[in-house]
């Protein structure tokens, strides 16, 4: 869901980034921030931004998904997506996925993105989630510290295949 049912976990301080449902005006601004590192610079592509839109408009499509940006005087300056998954297991639990958390380097080291954490551990918490997960590559070292200090555990080891 990128619309207006994303509820902030809280109204932010004076002078904050608000953190707020994407659009497609924000796509540049967000694969931006997605190739702006090693491991994005390799696999991101930022002057082919219709692959990207042709993405944004499935993931706008998709009630599971909450694909939002946190803005500064209107520029996005941190996203995340929020990805709702029911499932069988833990009773018929729900559970939710963190993916492509992003901070403008402008913005890093100052806790927004500890806000778009906290903001998608109460969203899923809304929407009766019994977990919430993600996913951080192995050689993002800083970014394991910044999870475990927000209240995540490595309990799990994480496989994938590309295709």
């Excluded at 497609?24 to 694969?31: C, K, L, N, Q, R």
């Excluded at 931006?32 to 944004?56: H, I, K, N, Q, T």
């Excluded at 300056?77 to 559970?95: E, N, Y």
């Amino acid at each position: 869901m990128t619309g207006t049912e994303t509820h902030p976990a809280a109204a932010p301080a004076p002078g904050r980034p608000v953190i707020r449902p994407a659009t497609a005006e924000d796509v540049p601004a967000i694969v931006a921030m997605l190739a702006d590192d090693p491991l994005g610079a390799r696999r991101e592509s930022p002057g082919e931004l219709g692959v990207y839109r042709a993405a944004f408009a499935r993931i706008a499509a998709d009630p599971g998904q909450r694909l939002v940006v946190a803005a500064r005087d209107a520029r996005p300056v941190g996203t995340l997506q929020l990805t709702v998954i029911p499932g069988l297991s833990r009773r018929g639990a729900s559970r939710a996925l963190i993916e492509a958390v992003r901070v403008h380097a402008s913005e890093r080291g100052n806790g927004l993105g500890g806000e778009l954490i906290r903001w998608a551990v109460a969203e899923a918490r809304r929407e009766g989630c019994a977990v919430i997960q993600l996913t951080s590559d192995a050689t993002r070292t800083d970014a394991h510290r910044f999870y475990t200090r927000l209240g995540f555990t490595a309990s799990h080891v994480g496989f994938k295949m590309a295709l």
